[in-house]
């Protein structure tokens, strides 16, 4: 079992910027390969930005690509998705997840199916308004 925390949420105003953590309390951070995922009010979670257990592969969702990073601190324990030029269609619950460490590998062609993450955060609420 992995227990995610996010942390970081909150509101800003349009074109602001937001930094989320995720934090892996007590397990082997370094082997996770970890995502974001993000559920806007009223609609189905999407992908957002995943990235491998080495920093090497990062995956992004064309919606936020060029204005999203994401990184990790493997020392700390600790991954981070940097969100910059927010917009109000950016609001929505993001959550942290880390994929089945028994299925598919982290890819370009698997890193958006929400089907390959096991274990999910609460979730930490991103409100930008215009």
């Known amino acids: 079992q992995v227990q995610l925390v996010e942390s970081g949420g909150g509101w800003v105003q349009a074109g602001g910027s937001l930094r989320l953590s995720c934090a892996a309390p007590?397990?082997?951070?370094?082997?996770?390969?970890m995502g974001w995922f993000r559920q806007p009010p009223g609609q189905e979670r999407e992908f957002v930005a995943a990235?491998?257990?080495?920093?090497?592969?990062?995956y992004y969702a064309d919606s936020v690509k060029h204005r999203f990073t994401i990184s990790r601190d493997n020392a700390k324990n600790m991954e981070y998705l940097q969100m910059n030029s927010l917009k109000p269609e950016d609001t929505a619950v993001y959550y942290c997840?880390?994929?089945?460490?028994?299925?598919?590998?982290?890819?370009?062609?698997?890193?958006?199916?929400?089907?390959?993450?096991?274990?999910w955060g609460q979730g930490t609420q991103v409100t930008v308004s215009s």
């Open positions: 997840a880390v994929p089945s460490p028994y299925g598919p590998a982290l890819t370009s062609d698997t890193a958006g199916s929400s089907a390959l993450y096991e274990y």
């Open positions: 990235i491998t257990w080495d920093g090497v592969h990062k």
């Open positions: 007590g397990h082997a951070f370094t082997i996770l390969s």
